[in-house]
């Protein structure tokens, strides 16, 4: 990991979004050579026949403030349901089992904690521990109210930690994309964070198709590589699905794939992996796939979950173009980006410093072409 570091100064991060969305610079990479751009421009960028593949995930309100009985305060920031999909989970009512961390746990041994909002009254009951995780039982009243809607009444949208700072009300908006449909991630698929519905058509009209999947970004994303050999790090699991659509696009595609953010490249590439072992989840290291783009249309739609880590020497089935932001220094998804474009992703970062580009979520973007 020592080899994927750099040197960022905090004034380089974006702590808030540009004030309008898509006003952001955009490093365009192919063979060697890099230019600035604004982002969408040059056109000729994209070209007719591209599939522009994004992901429709949308981040859950997940952080809620709890109050122990002798008042102290504890933060539950909601992971994952333990058993059901997403979609099942935010529509039980009086009652839902999560994985979530916990903020404060120290204070909170034993027993429910309690949270009161405008027409709501829950409780939280820690039910096991799994390292830095606990599970937990949640139970609300009026139990008619089903747990995504008691989210939005009393949960606090997480943004990523190196922010440093509370949410406010400009990232209720702007830490989602504008193409945002499915709820359950707690992170945003931040590639997607520049585009705009006037650009997405634009470049439709272009010829340019577009497709989408979702990945339920997890929290784990943010998790620092802290282990010198980067294949010792441990990956969190994140819960996928490609509907049959997207599935035929890719697979008749005559143009380059084009993965919208780091999300979409570990899903797609994530598929073609599960070509080789259907109905299984996708581990860590990836198996060798043979074949072309047409042995997608084996699957129907696909769920699944994934641990795929993709880090230098990984071999690329699917994709051709990656637009992604500037990622954190030894962070897996740094290892991605240096996987696709290989040792130039250091010069590729040091431009863009030198050319005073915003780093990190909500900072500048790149189109990223594999070498």
């Not at 705009?196 to 970004?217: C, D, H, Q, W, Y």
């Not at 819960?239 to 899903?267: C, D, H, Y």
């Amino acid at each position: 990991m020592s080899e994927y570091d750099y040197v960022l100064p905090d004034e380089r991060i974006a702590k808030y979004p540009p004030e309008k969305r898509g006003d952001s610079k955009w490093l365009i990479y192919r063979d060697g050579q890099m230019s600035v751009h604004r982002f969408g421009e040059p056109e000729s960028a994209l070209p007719p026949g591209a599939v522009l593949v994004f992901n429709d995930a949308k981040v859950i309100p997940a952080r809620m403030l709890f109050r122990t009985e002798s008042g102290r305060d504890v933060e539950i920031f909601c992971l994952r349901p333990h058993v059901l999909d997403y979609e099942r989970a935010l529509s039980e009512r009086g009652s839902s089992l999560w994985t979530a961390y916990v903020g404060g746990a120290k204070k909170w041994k034993r027993g429910k904690v309690r949270l009161t909002a405008p027409n709501l009254e829950m409780t939280a009951e820690i039910v096991d521990v799994e390292n830095d995780v606990r599970l937990v039982r949640f139970e609300w009243q009026p139990d008619e109210t089903t747990f995504g809607e008691a989210l939005e009444v009393a949960g606090r949208l997480p943004i990523p930690p190196y922010l440093r700072r509370e949410t406010e009300a400009v990232d209720q908006e702007r830490y989602q994309t504008c193409y945002a449909q499915t709820p359950g991630a707690v992170a945003a698929p931040t590639a997607g964070l520049h585009f705009t519905p006037e650009l997405i058509k634009k470049l439709e009209n272009r010829g340019v198709k577009t497709a989408k999947l979702t990945l339920f970004v997890s929290a784990g994303t943010f998790k620092p590589v802290t282990v010198e050999n980067a294949l010792d790090h441990v990956m969190h699991a994140e819960n996928f699905s490609v509907p049959p659509e997207t599935i035929r696009l890719l697979a008749e595609a005559k143009g380059p794939i084009i993965a919208v953010g780091t999300t979409v490249m570990r899903t797609l590439e994530s598929l073609w992996q599960m070509l080789d072992r259907p109905g299984q989840d996708v581990g860590r290291f990836p198996v060798a796939v043979s074949g072309d783009r047409k042995r997608l249309l084996e699957f129907g739609g696909v769920s699944a979950s994934t641990r795929l880590m993709i880090a230098p020497g990984y071999p690329f089935a699917l994709c051709d173009g990656l637009i992604t932001n500037f990622h954190q220094p030894k962070s897996t998804l740094l290892l991605l980006v240096a996987a696709f474009v290989g040792r130039d992703w250091k010069k590729i970062y040091d431009f863009a410093l030198e050319n005073d580009f915003r780093f990190l979520s909500y900072g500048d973007s790149s189109l990223l072409w594999r070498r």
